[in-house]
Nanobody
Framework: EVQPVESGGGVVQPGGSLRLSCVAS????????MSWVRQAPGMAPEWVSG????????YYADSVKGRFTISRDNAKNTLYLQMNSLKPEDTAVYVC?????????WGQGTQVTVSS
């Protein structure tokens, strides 16, 4: 079994910053668009951000645009999410995601908690 592995979560105060990382495996990372998805307890998953294979296009949910930046390093099979100006509403488990044909790849996630 292969899975992406997320890291970088933690507990921060409102207005703080975190950078999440996701090391991907099981597929050719450089060939695939990647996304970050988050889920808070009792709530539906929310798509956060996506990036194409060459980092020439990126996309953000309205809730995070202007605060979060997605990036990738294809040589390291790694996806990043820089999160600035964090709000309590950003509290969730963050998961990196890829869909390769009919197969979905995502990891166990990393917890982000924003609280004063």
């Amino acid at each position: 079994e292969v899975q992406p592995v997320e890291s970088g979560g933690g507990v921060v105060q409102p207005g703080g910053s975190l950078r999440l990382s996701c090391v991907a495996s099981g597929f050719i990372f450089s060939d695939e668009r990647m996304s970050w998805v988050r889920q808070a307890p009792g709530m539906a998953p929310e798509w956060v951000s996506g990036i194409n294979r060459r980092s020439t296009s990126s996309y953000y949910a309205d809730s995070v645009k202007g605060r979060f930046t997605i990036s990738r390093d294809n040589a390291k099979n790694t996806l990043y999410l820089q999160m600035n100006s964090l709000k309590p509403e950003d509290t969730a488990v963050y998961v990196c995601y890829a869909q390769v044909l009919q197969k979905v790849y995502w990891g166990q996630g990393t917890q982000v908690t924003v609280s004063s």
